[in-house]
């Protein structure tokens, strides 16, 4: 297919209907609102399903019902709709259920505002709901990546049998960009038939329960060791990232995802120029955290700056990934305020030059 | 040869229940199974189980099934009959579960007239967390967290789900039933079994509220308990055909069984 130029939220709304979802449920919230917008028009097309929930507790579970029928499913939401959608996701996880969940994120806490943030890090990668799970969680940077991920999305929770999360700002949802759908796109994982699917039982396959409850505290705990083992499994084989700049030689190593990432690269080609040499490990998911990579690529820069649209949420996970304690510089905008790439700049020359004051101390 | 006269249904498991004696969910479960059979449906029904005293009805159905969170079973209904429209689906809630945390998704699975059948099962009180007041609960009626009886001045009145479903402009089959005796069940039976053929027939989203009894959490012998229903209950929630789809918006036809 030739490229198109399309709107962030059509462009995951298209990929989802590329990548064969077929039921699409949710409340509207901005600023993601184009994404059910552009679904409740074409769903129908290709014979698929748009239903407009009453809550996002509703479509949560709703998605529940059409994914444990063996239905490709999708959701998309912003920060609040999500913190609703919680008990949902934990009851999906618990009973193994492919969901794909998109979050546009916007600033908090509370109503907080409609513009861009990435401050939903934390509730995505550790905190999402009750007991003891995960979900995949993909962090695209541009509008194409945003469309290739939510369609391996699907791949991935089908061969999981697990919710997995597209996180993106409101930059993602708002962007035009070029944007290529592959018509001959194989899955990424090979999927056996859903045969655990509750699609109407004649006896001749073992009867349909798609249930999270185990009464039974030891087939509570065997239920939550095969879980674990299905997490290691995402660590060992599902973690993406990018690295970009001088990774063998680098002044300031930047840790970023999603649109900052972008904004940082900007600055990182004009710091070149001016002879600062600045690494940067993108994270692609989230969750499992790239945590090999950034321990590599810091172990040769002298500095490590993590730059997000949070208070620093990610700056966790790039202290668990470093060797030994070693100070980390961040810089932040909040409440809808984006980084721009001057201030990546001035920030890493005040690296450089010592002024920068350290957010975590070795 | 013997004649079996009185067998399980196809659509009951071959196990034995966790409820207490003289409870009614184990009646309500076998008049559905009943009518799925009758209807010859039970390859293609698919259940929604509450979280209640009747969240392990995936056990005693056979037929696949999924158990919904506290009050959710409308939306996941609504998911798996969207996805599938050639299933017959049914929830199973109780009063907790359906007229409480979950009344949003009750309403709006009704109002959207999703082709699914819900058993609503009405037995005054929660169940399951040991007692506790629902939005059910008889004036007066003592529970463990209003133990001087239901104040409502506080507490406002018991909520007729019924008769509040019935309000909606949307086509639907509504009708309440009882479960306290023969008779009472007979009549039930014949709800359900309209409920579901509106679902199987196309035509519309279908509730049938079903009045059971908790002598456990209501302190009172199961002979005690069906005698309380129809003295307390029944006068408060009549019984009858409240909405059709072939009818006006509200048609009340109490009747007594
Ligand atoms: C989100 C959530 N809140 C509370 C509960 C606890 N809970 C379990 S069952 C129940 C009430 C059940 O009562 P009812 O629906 O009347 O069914 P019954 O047990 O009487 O059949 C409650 C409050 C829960 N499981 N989940
Ligand atoms: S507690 Fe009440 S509703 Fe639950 S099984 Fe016992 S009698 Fe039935």
Known sequence: MAKKLMKGAEAIGEAAVQAGCHLFFGYPITPQNEIPEYLSSRLPQVGGTFVQAESEVASINMLYGAAGAGERVMTSSSSPGISLMAEGISYCAGAKLPVVIVNIMRAGPGLGGILPSQADYFQATKGLAHGDFRVLVLAPWSIQEAADLVQDAFDLADYYRNPVMVVGDGLIGQMMEPVEFYEDRQPIKELPPKTWASTGWKRDRPKAIINSLFLDPAELEQHNIDLKKKYDLMERDEVRFATYGALDSADVVIVAYGTVARVCLSAIEALENDGIKVAMVRPITLWPFPYEAVREVASKAKDILVVELSTGQMIEDVRLALHRPRPIHFHCRLGGMLVSPEEVIDKVKAIKAGTSEEVHYA | ?257
């Open chain 2, 1 to 257: 040869m013997p004649e079996a006269v009185f067998v399980r249904p196809d659509s009951l498991s071959d196990v034995s229940t966790h409820y207490c004696p003289g409870c009614t969910h184990g009646i309500i479960h076998r008049l559905v199974a009943e009518v799925i059979d009758e209807l010859g449906i039970r390859e293609r029904t698919v259940g929604v189980a509450p979280v209640g005293c009747s969240v392990l009805a995936y056990n005693y159905f056979d037929c696949d099934f999924h158990e919904a969170a506290h009050g959710r079973a409308p939306a996941v209904a609504t998911g798996i009959k969207r996805a599938r429209p050639d299933l017959a689906v049914f929830a199973y809630q109780g009063d907790g579960d359906l007229a409480s945390i979950g009344m949003a998704e009750i309403v709006h699975c009704a109002n959207r007239g999703e082709k699914v059948t819900v058993v609503f099962v009405n037995n005054a009180i929660y169940g399951m967390t040991g007692g506790q007041m629902a939005p059910t609960t008889m004036p007066g009626q003592s529970a463990t967290t209003c133990q001087m009886g239901r104040d409502v001045e506080t507490a406002g009145h018991p909520i007729r789900v019924a008769e509040l479903i019935s309000t909606l402009r949307t086509p639907a089959f509504v009708a309440r039933a009882s479960s306290h005796s023969p008779l009472a069940a007979v009549n039930a039976k014949e709800m359900l079994r309209r409920a579901f053929k509106y679902q199987v027939e196309g035509r519309c989203f279908s509730l049938v509220e079903v009045l059971s009894t908790c002598p456990t959490n209501w302190g009172l012998t199961p002979a005690e308990s069906t005698e309380w229903l129809e003295k307390t209950m029944l006068p408060y929630y009549p019984l009858g055909v409240f909405k059709t789809p072939d009818g006006d918006d509200r048609a009340p036809l109490p009747r007594k069984p």
